[in-house]
Structures are given as C-alpha cells and as structure tokens.
C-alpha cells in the first residue's frame, strides 16, 4: 500500500500542499516567481509556517506580481515591515523586492523565467528515487550552480538548500519518496 511522503502527515495544510502542489512540475512563471519568494521567506524557518501564511503573503507582496513589487515605495516597505501577518524580516522583504527587479531586468514573454530554470534539467523533472526522508540532501551539486548563477544575476535568498527546497517545490525534482503515490504522478509534466 502507497503513503504519502512523512512529511506530509498530521496537518491538513502540509497535506494538501503535499498531494495537490509539491513536485508537481510547473512552468508558469508568476507561479515560479511567488515559490521562490516564499523559500527565501522560509530560510530559517518551518515550511509550515510559510504555508499558514501564504494567502496573506500573497495579498501583502500584490499577488507576487515581479512588476508590482519592484516599484514598491519606502512607505510600502514600512507597511511590510509592520505588516504581523507575514514574516516582518527587513532583509528577506527587502530581497523579495529586489528578486522582483533582477526578474523584470532578466525576463520576458521572449526569454521566460521558467525556460532560464527548467533549461537545467533539460525540460524534464529530475526522478530520484528516495526511499526514506534521510536519503533526501539539503542541496546537490545542480542547485549549487544554479545559486551561483542565480546571485550573479543579481538575485538574494537563493542559496544551494533554497534552490534545492524550490527545485524540489516546483517539480524540477521529484523527490517524493518512492512509497509515495505523488512519486509516478510528478515524474513528467
């Protein structure tokens, strides 16, 4: 009998973000946009509440619309920075803003910021096989290069083990164990 990933298990939330949304491979770009944002606003901190959050973050930060977001003022800012129902870190805020300028600078409807990721793994998941949740690193050798290239793009937050927690996120890694039910459903897209 297949079970869920362990991580997964006890909250609701977890699980519906498990089941519905992690590894799942995406290739909208706003839907890739807000995922990084909000590992950066996790760094540090349990996914979990990021999760409980999330609608609030997105309600704060304009729907993680990069064009939006890069014009903030600096009233926006303290607003954000007041703002108790997201994570009040200056830097992390602050680099969700410049993430949104380096983005605007960089991408567009004719060189996509889903192309720029997905060109990393060739345009198809990466199938791991993990069978426990010990068996799963923090960061590898791909998400290394891609921070690197990443911070000289100009991009913050975005370390090796946030690029890999993203990767794994937006279903560039499929990661789910292979007890998992999710493991073959996120094998392509």
């Known amino acids: 009998m297949k079970k869920r990933c362990s991580w997964a298990s006890g909250n609701e939330l977890n699980i519906r973000y498990h089941d519905k949304e992690w590894g799942v491979p995406t290739h909208d770009d706003t839907v890739l946009f807000e995922s990084l944002c909000l590992e950066g606003q996790q760094a540090g901190l349990s996914w979990i509440i990021i999760l409980k959050k999330r609608e609030n973050f997105r309600k704060a930060f304009d729907n993680f ?8 003022s600096d009233n926006k800012i303290s607003e954000l920075i007041k703002n108790g129902l997201i ?3 200056k830097k992390k805020i602050l680099s969700t803003i ?10 567009s409807d004719l060189y996509s910021f889903s192309s720029y990721l997905w060109n990393y793994v060739n345009y198809k998941p990466v199938v791991n096989f993990r069978k426990k949740l010990s068996d799963i690193p923090k ?3 791909l998400s ?3 921070s690197k290239d990443m911070k000289e793009l100009g991009f913050s937050y975005c370390g090796p083990v946030t690029i890999y927690s993203f990767m794994q996120a937006s279903g560039m890694v499929n990661d789910h164990l292979v007890t998992c039910p999710n493991f073959l459903k996120c094998q392509s897209d």
């Open 98 to 107: 410049n993430n949104a300028k380096v983005y605007n600078n960089h991408f």
């Open 65 to 72: 619309d990069p064009k939006l977001i890069s014009e903030y």
């Open 144 to 146: 290394k290069k891609i």
């Open 139 to 141: 960061s590898t050798n």
């Open 87 to 89: 994570i009040r870190n």
